[in-house]
């Protein structure tokens, strides 16, 4: 299995910057498999760096919710 990646703080400046550096080395796929992105709150950001989709709806987790979906999903420990 591929590492996940984990970014908080992924609706700010230096976060969705770093999220486009992300999308230059990753496909999308690869990129929605292995991305978890997290925020102040949920909701949802629109990347167009992909040339497969013309905008790639992409979900922002409530940075509250990350030792929930922790304790549920083992594997990302």
Known sequence: M????VLTGGTGWVGRNFISEIT????LAEFQER???FGSKKRSIFLNNYEEEESVKIP?????????MLKKNQ???
């Open 2 to 5: 591929s590492e996940i990646l």
């Open 75 to 77: 594997e990302l420990i």
């Open 35 to 37: 991305v978890l992105i």
């Open 60 to 68: 922002i987790y409530a940075l509250s919710s990350l030792n929930k």
């Open 24 to 27: 230059k080395r990753l496909s």
